[in-house]
């Protein structure tokens, strides 16, 4: 079945969605309602204090007709982890997972066919209605997942041109790894400079040469038959692309160097013939086409190994590759 999809990715919503509320100490029982708008109190910790995390994964249509998950697990593995890092209410881990396959089993016939998918947006926002409790963590919290049907993010032929920035950093250090929207808010400040001052896509945050990550998406150099990328730390988000990318990588033939890389590195490799990606959910894999290092723009040779590592990934998504990873979860 080949539905449409919307030209603006994340725009439209399967209008039903599951809420689990934390309340008195407890997770209660799911409760389905439209997805359009949520009732919050208008003193909610998380709109005042921050107390709020998502997560971000597809549901896919196979060429047979399956309706999978990718990696449903490992998402909902690290919204625990985020839960836990913002100390907030954590959610039980198979309520959680069986509201979101019931949730792709009720959206099933809104899943689109490759190259499209349906992006799933576990939230969790802190819920306690009093102003004064600053210096509180909150003690209710709502669950609540969205399905969207999107477009293939990825376009060929698209310029991905990173501004390499080494004195502003994406969010504070100590929450890197945490999958929240005030981490967003963070960083778009240098991400509106970068685009205004010199048009560049994204911001590849390196703070003091040390080689991060973009605004949302986790960065790789393709350095002949060697991957380089950082090694996980606090610092930044331990994506599950990235980690799908190094698995399937290693499977391909290819070194993977998991280790601090400099800005000077870098821009060595690059000008030697290396190839960059940028990894997340939604594009998979995004070749990096050229990068803004001290006003100077370096281009980046070619995209041929991105691409290849790319259809490995894809392949597996939407069943054209067998799955030997245990990544495809069918509803
Ligand atoms: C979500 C996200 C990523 C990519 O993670 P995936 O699990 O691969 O989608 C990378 N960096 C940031 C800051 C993110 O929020």
Request: with cysteine; charged share 20%.
């Amino acid at each position: 079945m080949s539905r449409p999809v919307p030209a603006v990715f994340g725009s439209e919503f399967y209008p039903e969605m599951p809420t689990v509320a934390y309340q008195n100490g407890a997770w209660q029982p799911v409760r389905w309602q439209e997805s359009a708008t949520i009732t919050l109190p208008a003193g909610a910790h998380g709109l005042h204090y921050g107390s709020e995390c998502f997560e971000g994964l597809k549901a896919f249509c196979q060429k047979n007709g399956d309706i999978v998950l990718f990696r449903p697990d490992d998402n909902i593995a690290r919204m625990r982890q985020s839960a836990r890092l913002l100390d907030m209410p954590i959610p039980e881990a198979d309520t959680f997972r069986e509201a979101l396959f019931e949730l792709v089993r009720r959206a099933a016939d809104y899943v689109p066919d490759a190259p499209n998918a349906m992006y799933l947006r576990p939230t969790l926002v802190g819920t306690d209605p009093v102003i004064g409790k600053a210096g509180h963590s909150t003690t209710s919290a709502l669950l609540y997942i969205l399905a969207s049907p999107v477009g293939d993010y990825f376009k060929v032929g698209s310029p991905m041109k990173l501004l390499v920035e080494t004195e502003h950093m994406r969010c504070a250090p100590h929450m890197g790894r945490i999958k929240c929207g005030g981490n967003y808010a963070s960083a778009l400040p240098w991400l509106n400079q970068a685009h205004e001052k010199y048009g560049a896509n994204q911001v590849l945050f390196c703070p003091n040469g040390d080689v991060q990550e973009t605004g949302a998406s986790n960065f790789m150099l393709i350095d002949g038959n060697t991957i380089r990328t950082k090694g996980l730390t606090d610092e930044f988000l331990h994506g599950v692309t990235r980690d799908s990318v190094l698995k399937v990588a290693k499977d391909l033939g290819y070194t993977i160097d998991e280790r601090n890389l400099t800005v000077a590195e870098l821009q060595k490799a690059i000008e030697n013939g290396a190839e960059a990606i940028l990894t997340g959910t939604a594009a998979v894999i995004s070749p990096v086409t050229s990068f803004v290092i001290n006003d100077k723009e370096i281009p980046v040779a070619g995209q041929e190994r991105a691409l290849a590592i790319r259809a490995a990934i894809t392949a597996i998504q939407y069943g054209d590759a067998p799955d030997r990873y245990g990544w495809i979860h069918k509803i």
